[in-house]
């Protein structure tokens, strides 16, 4: 099923130099490999945002949260706990 489209000056150029390059055998194969490619970061996209929105219901889910100068001040805390262990030794 043959298609034909429409590039533009840029990607037709584009398209050449890689074919013009040894790299790819044909312009169709390199418009293959670069749909393949979007292909692959639409997936690693889709996958990225499913875990952030896992995390935000987990995060929903753990209950209410905590001003963030309280836990500034705990971190802080934290901190001067493990530093003050440090010198301890």
């Given at each position: 099923?043959p298609?034909s489209?429409t ?21 169709s ?14 997936a ?6 499913d ?39």
């Open positions: 099923m298609s489209f590039l533009g000056p840029h990607f037709e150029g584009f398209i050449k130099q890689q074919v013009n390059s040894g790299r790819y055998a044909s312009a194969e390199v418009v293959r490999d670069s749909l393949r490619l979007l292909e692959e970061q639409d690693i996209r889709q996958a990225r945002l875990a952030l929105r896992a995390e935000i219901e987990r995060g929903a889910a753990s209950g209410p949260g905590i001003p963030a100068s309280e836990a500034f001040a705990n971190a802080r805390q934290r901190i001067a706990n493990m530093a003050a262990g440090a010198t301890d030794s």
